[in-house]
């Protein structure tokens, strides 16, 4: 099966604990994004990278950290500096023609 | 310069009906406009793109509208169904540049039977 996988779809975390949230995509693509979906806000860019081993802040990267150690996975931190970090994550490829793909998502909870 | 701004934020249409959404820009640099489609608890869908040397792509009952020099664009579906139910985004980048696509806020669109 072919694509971007995120993973968990669901996830529970106690304040003041680190998650770390999963995305794999077997297609072969460079660039890879992280985005940030709260209701009526539509979706922030956190992190994206272009390169294995490189990787740049978005507009909203405080309290997340990335890692891009291999070219099909980029996995997204969420740390305890993150205040509000319930939301639904998402994770993007840019596709042979230049469109974003997305995950299915992972939202998380903080209780 | 950077924003993209989405209007509606909400949308309800009786079925048959022809749904509306309008986003605008300023950054003239932006050179290519999607729009996805996002359903309950799952990721948004690539509907439908244009690129700013046409000003209509049509593709089956979703057309967007392209004004360069308004620096709008719009998506309208036509005889909407309940099936199109969902929350719909515009976005907007630098293609060539690689740089990432910044999102309008979403319109829900509300389709009646």
């Known amino acids: 099966d072919g694509g971007i996988t995120q993973s968990p779809k669901y996830l529970f975390r106690k304040e003041g604990q680190n998650v770390t949230l999963s995305c794999e995509q077997n297609l072969n693509h460079d660039a890879m994004y992280w985005y940030r979906q709260d209701p009526g806000q539509g979706l922030r860019l956190i992190y994206y990278?272009?390169?294995?081993?490189?990787?740049q802040k978005g507009d909203i990267a405080e309290g997340y950290s990335v890692s891009r150690e291999k070219k099909e996975s980029f996995p997204l931190t969420v740390t305890s500096a993150q205040k509000n970090p319930t939301a639904f994550y998402l994770c993007?490829?840019?596709?042979?023609?230049?469109?974003?793909?997305f995950g299915e998502g992972s939202r998380l909870t903080v209780l | 310069q950077q924003q993209v701004k989405q209007s509606p934020q909400s949308l309800i249409v009786q079925k048959g009906g022809i749904s509306i959404i309008n986003c605008a820009y300023e950054?003239?640099?932006?050179?290519?406009f999607p729009w996805y489609q996002q359903f309950p608890g799952k990721g948004p869908a690539l509907l439908i793109a244009i690129r700013p040397d046409v000003s209509e792509k049509k593709e089956g009952r979703f057309t967007i509208s392209f004004n360069k020099s308004a620096k709008q664009f719009s998506l309208h579906i036509m005889d909407s169904q309940p099936g199109d139910s969902a929350t719909y985004f515009c976005a907007a980048r630098i293609f060539q540049a690689g740089t990432a696509l910044i999102f309008g806020k979403g319109t829900t669109l509300s389709v009646s039977s």
């Open positions: 990278s272009q390169i294995v081993n490189d990787f």
């Open positions: 993007a490829l840019v596709g042979d023609t230049g469109e974003l793909f």
């Open positions: 950054n003239t640099a932006f050179d290519y």
